[in-house]
């Protein structure tokens, strides 16, 4: 028996609330997907754990693809063997916290990352 959270979204749903609420993501092969494009190896490590950070808080694993500028995020509930609203919720949560912008949503105070090649770090939508 299903819980809420593990009702399955048939494709035409999940491709609606993912244009509605996740334009940056995309249904693919029963997956959820997003990739995240980095400046470097460095700024990839720090995209990989910040979600694994959500991941571990969340109790929900998605897997990922690494390469040396990019991050590729992957939600499926495998319990359900679907897309449910697990994958949604975590899947704004990353979303929201991967491509925060510090100046922006701080007034100034937070001056974020400095465009400049030594310190470029996620290359934002």
Do not use: C
């Not at 359900?80 to 609203?85: L, M, S, V």
């Not at 400095?114 to 770090?121: G, L, M, S, T, V």
């Amino acid at each position: 028996m299903s819980t809420p959270t593990e009702t399955v979204y048939d494709e035409a749903a999940i491709n609606q609330r993912l244009q509605a609420e996740l334009p940056h993501w995309r249904y693919e092969n029963g997956w959820i997907r997003r990739k995240y494009r980095t400046s470097g190896w460095k700024s990839t490590l720090m995209v990989v754990t910040t979600i694994g950070h959500l991941a571990e808080a969340a109790w929900h694993h998605p897997d990922l693809a690494v390469s040396y500028a990019f991050v590729e995020v992957k939600l499926v509930t495998h319990s359900a063997k679907g897309i449910t609203e697990k994958d949604f919720a975590l899947a704004r949560k990353i979303e929201e916290v991967v491509q925060w912008d510090a100046a922006a949503s701080s007034g100034g105070v937070l001056p974020g990352t400095p465009d400049e090649p030594r310190f470029r770090y996620l290359k934002h939508d």
